[in-house]
């Protein structure tokens, strides 16, 4: 097959259905650290598109890719915003947003709001 990728190992151009449209960028946080990422994309691409392959680990420590990418098994969970088990692989991308590696089913790094404490 004949696609043109990006240096992101995006694909620009591809052989079917042509050039790919101009997507309105955002940025995540992976772990702390800033990734281009394109609007409307599962958080899961922005990753691969920056050569994360290990998304979570098992309780054991078992390392754990995307295995099925269309939101069935939980190989693809990982902290969103201080959430644990949200499923990237079906999970839109948002300005801002915190991501996470999560060992086993990972803990909420949620604070309470004020409102909430009292
Ligand atoms: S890879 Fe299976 S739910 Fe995401």
């Known amino acids: 097959m004949n696609a043109e990728k990006s240096p992101d190992s995006r694909i620009v151009k591809h052989a079917v259905l042509g050039d790919m449209p101009a997507q309105k960028e955002v940025t995540i946080y992976f772990e702390g650290k800033p990734l281009k990422a394109l609007e409307g994309e599962p958080i899961m691409a922005t990753l691969v598109a920056a050569g994360v392959t290990v998304f979570r680990y098992t309780k054991k420590g078992s390392p754990r890719r995307m295995f099925c990418g269309i939101g069935r098994c939980t190989d693809c969970v990982m902290t969103v915003d201080g959430v644990p088990g949200v499923r990237t692989c079906v999970t839109e991308v948002r300005e801002g947003m915190r991501v996470e ?15 909430h404490a009292q």
């Open 101 to 115: 590696r999560q060992q086993g089913v990972g803990s909420w790094k949620v604070q309470a709001e004020a409102s």
